[in-house]
Each structure stands twice: as C-alpha cells, then as structure tokens.
C-alpha cells in the first residue's frame, strides 16, 4: 500500500527503485476513487496531469536524480484550496471564484514542484479559511475518516483529513487561527503552522494577512521537517517574509531532548477542557519528562483576551482583502444598474454566510467613530499576548498545551452558533497574534468513540528546529501517529 | 452597550454586500453577541502600549524600480467575466 508510506519511506523506496512514482501516484488515485465518497476531502484532482507528472519523476529518477537537492522526488502531494497552482482552478471554498483558473504558481507550489513533488489535488476548506469545520465550504463538507458523522476540523479540514484518510502522501494547508493544527489534531496527523514570515504567501490568497502562514500536513514529524526545509525562506514576492537562514530542519531532529525546558501555562487548564482530552495531554507530558525534559508551570496573562483579539484583528482584515472579489476582473458577476449595485449583488451572491458575517464585522470595526476602540485596542492587547509569550520563552524551550478543548464534534453540532465555533480554536489563535510557530502532533484517543487526540508545541520566534525535535522525540517514543482510522 | 450605533444595512452598504432582509435580521443578533464577546478588550488599560500591526515588522522592503516581466493582457484578462477588445467591460460609471 504505497499510499500508505511516509515522505521519507516512500522517497527511500524509489531511489532504491522498490518502487515507481507512477504506482504511488496510481496507489493514492485508487485510495481518493474509494474512500473520498465518504470523506470528501477532494474537490478536484486531474488523474491524467498526475500521472504524467509521476512518469516525468520517474524518468528523472532513472536519470540519476539526486533525492538529497529534491527531496519530494516522485512524493504525491495535494494542497489546500487557497493556494494558487498555475492552470488549475482555486475556489477558497467559496461561489465567488467561480471558474478561476490560476495564472501562477504561488511560491510555496513552485517551490514543492522545485522539489520534485507531484502536485496533484485540490482539498476542501471552509470558505476563505474561515471556520473551524469546514462546513462553511460552499461545495460540502469533509468528514472525519475516524467517525464519519463528524467534521475534520478546519479550516484546512480536507488537507487534514486526505493525510489520516492516506490519500496523500502529505499536504498543504493555511493556519491564521489554528486551520493546521486543530484539524491536524482532530484527524490524527501532525501540523505544522510556521512562524509568521518563514513560508512566503505569494500566491496564498489573503484571508488576515498579518496572520496566515501556509504549513504542512505529514503522518510523522520527520515529513513535517522535510517539508517546512522546502517550502520556508525569503521570498522577494513577499515583502513580509523573513530574510532567516533556513536549517536543515531534517537533520536536526536525532538530537534528543535531555535538559529540554518546557512550560505548561496554567491558564490553558480551563472549565471547557475536556476531561479525556486533559488525560491524554497529561500522560504526554510525563512522557517528555522521562525523555528528559524538564518541566515549568509558567503563565501566560492574557490568554483569556486573544480570542477576542484575534476576532478582531482577523475580520478588519479580511474586509480589506476580500474587497477584491468584486465582479469586475475575475470570478462571478450579477449584473445591476450600476457598479455599487453590481458590487452588491455580486457579494451577496457569491460570499457565504460566515464570510458575510466576518466582512461586516470587520467593516464596523474599522469605521470611522469604532477604529480606536475595536482594532487600535485589539493592536495594542496583540502587544501584551505577544509579550506574555516572549517573556516565557527568556524561561523554556517550548510551551505544552492541548491542540483543542475537545476531541472531533458531530456535523451540525455548532454550526447554528458561530460564536460557539470560534471557541473550538482557543487553544490555538494565540500564536498568530503573537506570531510565533506551533505544531500538534497526535497524542492519544478518547474511548469511545474512539478520536484522535492532539498535543501542541508553541516555539519561539523561528525555533522550528526545537519544537521540532521535541515532537520528534515524543512520537518516536509513542507511536500514536501511526494509528489508522476505520475505512475500508 | 455592544450593539449601539450597529446598523446592519449601514454595514453592509459600506461592505458592498446585498443582503435579504432574514439575513439583516440573522447578522443583526449573531454580530450583536460576537461585539459583546469582543467587549472583554475594554476590561485591559492598553493606554501605555504600543500597538502591533505585524509580529515581525519588516520596514522599507523595496526592490530595484526595474521594469519586469508580468501578466500578458491575454493572461490578465483568462478570467474576466466579460471583456472586449483587450479591456475589462465594466457597467456605465458616468453619464
């Protein structure tokens, strides 16, 4: 079962010519043909493209390709909805796009295809990343491959669910609030969501841009290092990232972790959390304590103000971004008697309900009259949150937290209630309004019914490598990632 | 009071988003609630803090002022949903 295998387990495989890349690519193609009716991550793929792209790696490999400058040789990968790949459609979940066909690459696709990566497929998201269930796509939702009743998570819900469902060897998604991670933890796979600036977003169309970063979804820890190496760096297209050397993340993970401090923030232990999901984070805590880490309880003050921050500061900007869809130069139109009637009604039609709801959130704050009140204050508490982690990482290493205060809900269970939806990232928004990076790794189950559990890692300012090697080092020793769900 | 001064239809004008009138209702009472979560911001004395636009601010980014190649007109205009002779084909703008 090709389709099953790692980045790194495939990659050995066909530089020692085990395999093709044809047949992992024919492997994960006949996986998406029989479970993705029921999971639904996919909303197009184009078998034939795929195909020849996996014969052209193959020919390279038998050329003598060097697996060491691309390290995704032959590597099926399908990316979020969100991200522009040169000739093939991008909806962002939404009616809007309508038959949009992108003109470029974004660069992280340029830098996967770079890489010898076969990208093949679009993932299904909640409608311009906005949602937490993927049930706010305007096409359907993904299911969850351990319980099909309920939702992957989101927003990248389908990039989460194709790597557990084993459709992909890995994936792309987009996190501005925790869209990688919190769906990565209720589908059992790791998620990886870089510091701000790491991974140019040229060609990711902005939700909140001083927020969204594009990271990876993996079935173990080592991928995720493997592609956060391709995918990071200075992007001239990107004004915003960070001219940082990129480590060789891959290599730095055997290091182990003895003497590793780690900080448990004592305001994430709240009424909401659930009490299987605490158990689980707890024992993985003991867990890297007998790897030899040392644990701190530190505090992080403001913790209970980043929600309300980030459902600020993420809605002003997304009214500001998305006053591009407007009718006029790509995506739908509805005609009216003049442009303000055509913009109108184009939006009205095109954009669903939560993205309507954020756009005019977003549009209120910034009014005149509220500016000072809602976004300068929001921009000033963003100052304290970031801080508050700041000066935790002068004490630890990494911060240790649950990914999410609950395991995967049923479908329906909170979408009458957006405010309750946004709850469901609490754990997570924090590190986009601080900037910093995260990753959640799979660290146990609830019993029944039975669902994956995840742990996330904050990590300073561009300490990938350490949080990294921590997640590394811890599912190692547990082996939890390597859990399937129960699909045919 | 969180939802004084919200008017919907104000919003949603400024928003350039048509709205039916069950979704002016709908917005009205689920963005009242989201304001008054949001309130919580005004319990914190923020005014001796600066405030943050971007967690890594990067100043000045510039490049050469160097012509480059971009979109070509036919590239430009793939995705327009109506155009003619090279151009996006917009409603009248002045009488």
Redesign the interface.
Known sequence: MLNQLTISELTARLATRQCSAREAMQACLERVARVDGRVKAFLSYDAADALARAEAADKAIAAGANFKQRPLLGVPIAVKDVLCVKNHPCNCGSKIL????S??DATVIERLKAAGAIVFGRLNMDEFAMGSSTENSAFFTTLNPWDTTRIPGGSSGGSAAAVAADEAIATLGSDTGGSIRQPAALCGVVGLKP???RVSRYGLVAFAS?LDQVGPFTKDVRDAATMLGVISGLD?RD??S?PEPVPNYAAALNGGIKGVKLGLPREYMIGGLDAEVKLAVDSAVQQLQKLGAQLMEISLP?T??A???Y??IAPAEA?ANL?RF????????V???????????T???G?G?EV??R???G???L?S??YD??Y?????????I?QDFLKAFEKVDAIVTPTTPTAAFKAGEKSGD??EM?LSDIFTVAAN????CGISVPCGFTRSPRLPIGLQLLGK?FGEETILQIAHAYDQSTGWHKEKPPLP | MPTT??D?KY??????????PE?ER??AA??G???G????????D?SQ????????P?LN?T?PDEVRPG?SNE??L?????RAGGL?M????VE
């Open positions: 309508d038959k949009f066909i003109p470029y510091t701000y600036g001083s001239p004004s915003t960070v403001h209970d103000y929600g309300a921050t459902y600020i009214s006053a407007d009718g006029i130069r790509y995506g739908l139109r005609d009216g008697s003049g442009p303000i009637e055509l913009y109108g009604n939006r009205g039609a954009f309900a309507k709801r756009i005019i959130l549009t209120y704050v009014s009259g509220y009140a809602y300068l204050r929001a921009q000033k508490v963003r100052t304290l970031r957006p405010l946004y309004v601080a900037g910093i300012p | 001064g919200f919907v919003v949603a004008h400024l928003a350039r988003i048509e709205l039916t979704e709908k917005l689920q963005l609630n989201i304001l979560y949001i309130e919580k911001l005004k319990e914190l923020v803090v600066e405030p943050t636009a971007h967690a890594v990067m980014v490049r979109l590239q430009a793939r995705n327009a949903p109506s996006f917009v409603p009248k703008i």
